[in-house]
């Protein structure tokens, strides 16, 4: 299975004392999604939250900051296909974006 890592940009709460719980009810659906096409994820970081390039609209709503973390994890390309559009689908995520880093074990040795 290749090696593949998603980049993501959550929305932030109105609340801001929730927004450590926010984002790990997001981040536990998006391992469940990834579980459930038998991928296996080897790594999870949170970037910090800043403020968006410029304002994105999601769901009929303009957003100016977002919760930016990455998600490594090994899985087939149609498991992909199918993470991609359930994740468009999540109100809470702004943008999510899937980059493969390697075929080969040798690909995924971290120097």
Not at 46 to 74: D, N
Request: aromatic share 10%; net charge positive; with cysteine.
């Amino acid at each position: 299975m290749p090696l593949y890592e998603l980049l993501t940009i959550s929305r932030v709460p109105a609340q801001q004392h929730i927004q450590t719980q926010f984002l790990s009810e997001i981040m536990t659906r998006t391992a469940k999604r990834l579980f459930k096409e038998n991928s296996l994820i080897r790594d999870i970081k949170y970037m910090g939250t800043q403020q968006l390039p410029h304002r994105i609209k999601l769901a009929g709503e303009y957003h100016l900051m977002g919760s930016f973390w990455v998600m490594y994890f090994y899985g087939g390309p149609q498991s992909i296909k199918r993470l991609r559009k359930e994740l468009e689908g999540d109100t809470d995520i702004i943008r999510c974006t899937f980059t493969k880093q390697g075929d080969k074990l040798k690909d995924y040795i971290l120097n």
